[in-house]
């Protein structure tokens, strides 16, 4: 660890230890419900439908937020010291957790321990980068993108990893946390090919977004992730680039630029104008737009946008 996040853990663990005085952070046991914590809403949802009425579930970020650039705070120590799980994407989506970790003092959930769910794991990783990796290639994920939750498929794996660390702390509840998994996953596969066939039509198409969080959403619903507005990731484009990038939708007939929500959308709207393509801002994450508070909602919402978006529009197909 960085001896910048050292001092900041040793910080703002001297408050955590003043907290824990008053508070105590006895683990949960007998028929109270689990604490968990998780680093997104999008794991605390899933959380909530593997947990059912075993869990209370919070999550640290919300979800208008961008997940790679949380500002930690003493708070979050707090609530980790409590927890009998700790749910995180894991890789390195969460950058400002690590000290947050170490400063809570919950061996529960430390890396290694029973309480701890990394929900990457069993994912096939896309844009894992060849070669060197350094600070010239921008705020690129070392080990592949990890914007994994936005393949349904994906997030059946994601809930089977949610279930077998639920199983892990609290072993007598097994066969329910067993049933609630695969509950979730019946109804996933039920919803998949309503999904897929509203996305059908677009099949081929290319679409560019601001960032490069969308890779697993196009594969799974066969559009192409043609490129993004940032020329390397975390960095925003020159005027020559967005000229450049301008041509190219046009040469390319790329109908459809996407944008999340917690970007500024100003010069992702003038490229977009420029070059005659529609622009769609979205939200990422369950809770980061009115009326998307579950995983199946999101998904409904990012299905049906790009698919009203896209209806109509020239195709600019691979």
Not at 229 to 235: H, L, N, T
């Amino acid at each position: 660890m960085h001896r910048a996040h050292r001092r900041f853990a040793g910080a703002l663990g001297m408050l955590l230890l003043a907290a824990l005085t008053l508070a105590g952070a006895p683990p949960a046991h007998g028929g109270q419900r689990l604490r968990v914590i998780t680093t997104s809403t999008d794991l605390k949802a899933l959380t909530e439908e593997v947990g059912g009425d075993r869990v209370e579930v919070e999550s640290l970020t919300r979800g208008f937020q961008n997940q790679h650039g949380v500002e930690a705070r003493p708070s979050f120590m707090l609530k980790l010291s409590r927890a009998d799980l700790f749910v995180r994407i894991g890789l390195d989506h969460e950058p400002w957790i690590e000290p947050v970790m170490e400063g809570a003092r919950n061996p529960r959930i430390l890396p290694g321990a029973p309480g701890h769910v990394e929900a990457w794991r069993g994912i096939e990783l896309l844009e894992v980068p060849q070669g060197r990796v350094d600070r010239s290639l921008g705020d690129i994920h070392s080990l592949g993108n990890t914007h994994i939750w936005l393949d349904p498929e994906n997030a059946k794996i994601m809930a089977h990893n949610i279930a077998e660390g639920l199983k892990r702390v609290s072993p007598g509840d097994t066969a329910t946390f067993e049933q609630n998994w695969q509950r979730l996953a019946h109804r996933v596969d039920a919803a998949l090919p309503g999904w897929l066939h509203k996305l059908a039509p677009f099949r081929g198409t290319k679409i560019l977004t601001y960032h490069a969080d969308l890779p697993y959403f196009a594969r799974r619903f066969g559009l192409v992730a043609a490129g993004t507005v940032e020329p390397k990731p975390g960095i925003p484009p020159s005027p020559a680039y967005a000229g450049e990038l301008v041509q190219r939708m046009r040469a390319e007939k790329i109908p459809l630029l996407l944008i999340v929500n917690y970007y500024d959308e100003r010069l992702p709207r003038r490229i977009a104008e420029e070059s005659g393509a529609k622009m769609l801002i979205v939200p990422l994450s369950v809770g980061g737009a009115k009326g998307v508070d579950t995983y199946f909602a999101l998904m409904d919402y990012l299905v049906n946008q790009v698919a009203g978006a896209l209806s109509g529009a020239a195709p600019g197909k691979s």
